[in-house]
Protein backbone atom coordinates (compact mmCIF):
# COMPACT_ATOMS: atom_id res chain seq x y z
CA UNK A 1 0.00 0.00 0.00
CA UNK A 2 2.95 2.35 1.02
CA UNK A 3 4.40 1.94 -2.79
CA UNK A 4 0.83 2.84 -4.36
CA UNK A 5 0.45 5.80 -2.25
CA UNK A 6 4.20 7.26 -3.28
CA UNK A 7 3.04 5.98 -6.89
CA UNK A 8 0.19 8.30 -6.82
CA UNK A 9 2.21 11.33 -4.98
CA UNK A 10 4.55 11.20 -7.66
CA UNK A 11 2.14 11.34 -10.25
CA UNK A 12 0.35 13.87 -9.05
CA UNK A 13 3.71 16.07 -8.25
CA UNK A 14 4.21 15.46 -12.47
CA UNK A 15 0.82 16.74 -13.27
CA UNK A 16 1.48 19.86 -10.91
CA UNK A 17 4.68 20.25 -11.79
CA UNK A 18 3.35 20.21 -15.99
CA UNK A 19 0.48 22.87 -14.75
CA UNK A 20 3.28 25.08 -12.82
CA UNK A 21 5.40 25.25 -16.04
CA UNK A 22 1.92 25.75 -18.07
CA UNK A 23 1.17 28.44 -16.09
CA UNK A 24 4.29 30.43 -15.89
CA UNK A 25 4.32 30.21 -19.46
CA UNK A 26 1.02 31.62 -19.97
CA UNK A 27 1.93 34.29 -17.50
CA UNK A 28 4.89 35.32 -19.18
CA UNK A 29 3.50 35.04 -22.82
CA UNK A 30 0.21 37.71 -21.50
CA UNK A 31 2.75 39.87 -20.16
CA UNK A 32 4.96 40.14 -23.22
CA UNK A 33 1.75 41.51 -25.22
CA UNK A 34 0.04 44.60 -25.09
CA UNK A 35 -3.23 44.24 -23.84
CA UNK A 36 -4.90 47.20 -22.80
CA UNK A 37 -8.32 45.80 -24.29
CA UNK A 38 -11.33 48.84 -24.25
CA UNK A 39 -12.97 47.03 -27.40
CA UNK A 40 -14.27 44.20 -29.07
CA UNK A 41 -11.81 44.53 -31.62
CA UNK A 42 -8.69 45.02 -29.28
CA UNK A 43 -10.14 41.82 -27.97
CA UNK A 44 -10.29 39.51 -30.32
CA UNK A 45 -6.80 41.16 -31.88
CA UNK A 46 -5.39 40.12 -28.66
CA UNK A 47 -6.96 36.44 -29.04
CA UNK A 48 -5.25 36.42 -32.27
CA UNK A 49 -1.82 37.26 -31.12
CA UNK A 50 -2.40 34.54 -27.97
CA UNK A 51 -3.01 32.02 -30.79
CA UNK A 52 -0.18 33.22 -32.92
CA UNK A 53 2.19 31.94 -30.03
CA UNK A 54 3.75 28.90 -30.27
CA UNK A 55 4.68 29.20 -25.98
CA UNK A 56 0.73 29.85 -25.67
CA UNK A 57 0.30 25.98 -28.13
CA UNK A 58 3.09 24.83 -25.73
CA UNK A 59 1.41 25.52 -22.72
CA UNK A 60 -1.43 23.62 -24.14
CA UNK A 61 0.49 20.61 -24.84
CA UNK A 62 1.54 20.94 -21.08
CA UNK A 63 -1.82 20.74 -19.98
CA UNK A 64 -2.90 18.04 -22.05
CA UNK A 65 -0.19 16.11 -20.57
CA UNK A 66 -1.09 16.64 -17.40
CA UNK A 67 -4.71 15.95 -17.80
CA UNK A 68 -3.75 12.74 -19.38
CA UNK A 69 -1.70 11.80 -16.17
CA UNK A 70 -4.53 12.93 -14.27
CA UNK A 71 -7.19 11.04 -15.49
CA UNK A 72 -5.01 7.86 -14.90
CA UNK A 73 -4.24 9.40 -11.44
CA UNK A 74 -8.19 9.38 -10.97
CA UNK A 75 -8.47 5.65 -12.41
CA UNK A 76 -6.11 4.12 -9.70
CA UNK A 77 -6.99 6.23 -6.55
CA UNK A 78 -9.76 7.98 -4.74
CA UNK A 79 -10.50 11.66 -5.62
CA UNK A 80 -10.53 13.00 -2.23
CA UNK A 81 -7.49 11.71 -1.92
CA UNK A 82 -6.19 12.50 -5.44
CA UNK A 83 -8.18 16.29 -5.20
CA UNK A 84 -6.24 16.49 -1.58
CA UNK A 85 -2.47 16.03 -2.86
CA UNK A 86 -3.51 18.01 -6.36
CA UNK A 87 -2.87 21.01 -3.61
CA UNK A 88 0.82 20.58 -4.54
CA UNK A 89 0.65 23.08 -7.11
CA UNK A 90 -0.08 26.40 -4.61
CA UNK A 91 3.44 25.61 -3.62
CA UNK A 92 4.77 24.92 -7.14
CA UNK A 93 2.59 27.83 -8.27
CA UNK A 94 3.99 29.96 -5.19
CA UNK A 95 7.61 29.01 -5.72
CA UNK A 96 8.07 29.22 -9.08
CA UNK A 97 6.67 32.85 -9.70
CA UNK A 98 8.99 34.28 -6.77
CA UNK A 99 12.20 32.44 -8.60
CA UNK A 100 11.17 33.06 -12.05
CA UNK A 101 8.75 36.17 -12.45
CA UNK A 102 10.43 37.80 -9.63
CA UNK A 103 6.92 38.23 -7.71
CA UNK A 104 6.71 38.94 -3.83
CA UNK A 105 4.93 36.97 -1.55
CA UNK A 106 4.12 38.37 1.75
CA UNK A 107 4.41 36.11 5.30
CA UNK A 108 0.78 35.88 5.32
CA UNK A 109 0.69 33.96 2.46
CA UNK A 110 4.18 31.91 3.01
CA UNK A 111 1.89 31.21 6.48
CA UNK A 112 -1.02 29.73 4.29
CA UNK A 113 1.55 27.79 1.81
CA UNK A 114 2.60 26.18 5.42
CA UNK A 115 -0.69 25.02 6.48
CA UNK A 116 -1.33 23.71 2.76
CA UNK A 117 1.90 21.76 2.96
CA UNK A 118 1.15 20.19 6.80
CA UNK A 119 -2.41 19.29 5.38
CA UNK A 120 -0.64 17.38 2.36
CA UNK A 121 0.67 15.50 4.95
CA UNK A 122 -1.78 14.92 6.93
CA UNK A 123 -3.77 13.68 4.03
CA UNK A 124 -0.67 11.40 3.12
CA UNK A 125 -0.53 10.00 6.78
CA UNK A 126 -4.22 9.43 7.29
Not at 105 to 110: E, K, N, Q
Request: proline share 0%.
Amino acid sequence: MKQHILFIIGLIALTDFFDTVSQLILKSSINSLDWQINSLKKAFRLIWQLLKTSRIWFSFLLSLISLSIWLFVLSKTELNLAFSLDSMRYIMIAFASVIFLKEKVGITRWLGIICVAAGIFLVTMG
